[in-house]
């Protein structure tokens, strides 16, 4: 087990606890509504949603679960106080903190750095990272994808300028791909898995040793402060759901493929590249290297400032509890 994976399973096992105990002498109340952001790839909140956990939790809240494409669309809606709860990977909550929005880091599953990757066609001329010198690369702008690309121009020995990003939201960058309008693509699971299924493109390189391609759960500022034992409950049942499908793989693969979807196949396959996804505060490992996310596009002058990401990284030990 790597030392951010038990870090990770040792905190999820405290705020397990800490909710447990806490919720046996807190006199809070569950919010009233609970409008919870996530994608396809957000499995530990599918198997949730299949499964109505929370609407048997927080019986009294009105549950309310709305689908995004991306990261940057999610927590546009957290920000202006249409979701209280949601996933993204480790770009967007960097691009939405410096753009000033008002949320919190509540929870981090650990590094998935081969969910993600850098594509070119099968008859692609391209063979290295440095061949992307100059060329198209369609990617969602603020995604986790982002962040990989700027890793892998770095590691390539090339400047931020050398490249032609376009930015596109997945679907229209896949077709974008497809069609040859642009040279390469980066790219996250699930829509990673189903193109290499579909295309069987080369892959130039995917974040081991670039990028771990974290997953945070934020929150709204008011969750944060006036339902703190309720965003403990919320972690302990996202990592009582990941122990559900590591228990019972296949069924977890047909449940998502059932509500997604995708094929069974493709969701066969993103699985196989993510970990034991226990859900937990955030450690001080983590927050380092979420600031190593932020502190690369404050470099490359792609944020309109640089940011603190321990600034908005709520911990269960604060005052609010």
Same mark, same amino acid.
């Given at each position: ?5 038990? %870090? ?9 606890? $800490?909710?447990? $105990? ?10 009233? &509504?609970?409008?919870?952001? *996530? ?10 949603? &299949? ?8 019986a !009294? ?9 991306? /990261? ?8 202006? /106080? ?5 996933? +993204? /990977?480790?770009?967007p909550?960097?691009?939405?903190q ?24 099968? =008859? ?6 440095a ?6 690369? !369609? ?13 892998a ?33 980066a790219?996250? =699971? ?9 295309? +069987?493109?080369?892959v130039?390189?995917? /974040?081991?040793?670039?990028s771990?391609?974290?997953? *945070? ?5 008011a969750?944060? %402060? ?7 409950a919320?972690?302990? %049942? ?19 493929? =059932? ?13 196989s ?6 859900? $937990? ?7 380092? =290297?979420q ?18 990401? !321990? ?11």
């Amino acid at each position: 087990m790597s030392a951010t994976r038990r %870090e990770l399973l040792q905190a999820a096992l405290g705020a397990a606890a $800490a909710s447990l $105990a806490g919720a046996a002498r807190a006199n809070e109340p569950v919010p009233a &509504q609970l409008r919870i952001g *996530f994608q396809k790839a957000a499995v530990n909140l599918v198997v949730l949603k &299949q499964q109505a956990a929370l609407e048997k939790r927080f019986a !009294a809240s009105s549950v309310k679960w709305i689908e995004f494409p991306a /990261g940057p669309q999610l927590l546009e809606a957290l920000a202006v /106080g249409s979701l209280e709860f949601g996933l +993204t /990977g480790d770009t967007p909550p960097v691009f939405a903190q410096a753009a000033g929005k008002d949320l919190r880091y509540v929870g981090a599953e650990p590094p998935k750095p081969l969910s993600s990757a850098i594509l070119v066609r099968p =008859d692609a001329p391209l063979k290295t990272l440095a061949d992307l010198k100059g060329r198209k690369v !369609a990617l969602q702008k603020g995604s986790s994808a982002h962040y990989l690309l700027v890793r892998a121009v770095d590691r390539a020995g090339l400047h931020w300028t050398d490249l032609q990003p376009v930015y596109l939201a997945p679907s229209d960058a896949r077709a974008a791909f497809e069609r040859g309008s642009v040279d390469a693509w980066a790219i996250w =699971d699930p829509y990673y898995a189903a193109v290499e299924l579909d295309l +069987t493109p080369r892959v130039l390189a995917n /974040g081991r040793d670039l990028s771990s391609n974290n997953s *945070f759960y934020l929150a709204s500022r008011a969750l944060t %402060e006036q339902h703190p034992h309720t965003v403990l409950a919320l972690l302990a %049942e996202l990592t009582r759901a990941d122990a559900w499908v590591q228990a019972n793989r296949q069924e977890a693969a047909q449940l998502i493929a =059932d509500f997604s979807g995708l094929s069974l196949a493709t969701v066969h396959l993103f699985i196989s590249r993510r970990p034991v996804s226990p859900t $937990a505060p955030l450690t001080p490992s983590i927050v380092a =290297d979420q600031q190593r996310v932020a502190d690369a596009f404050a470099r490359l002058g792609l944020i309109p400032q640089a940011v603190r990401v !321990a600034d908005i990284a709520w911990s269960p030990t604060s005052t609010s509890l």
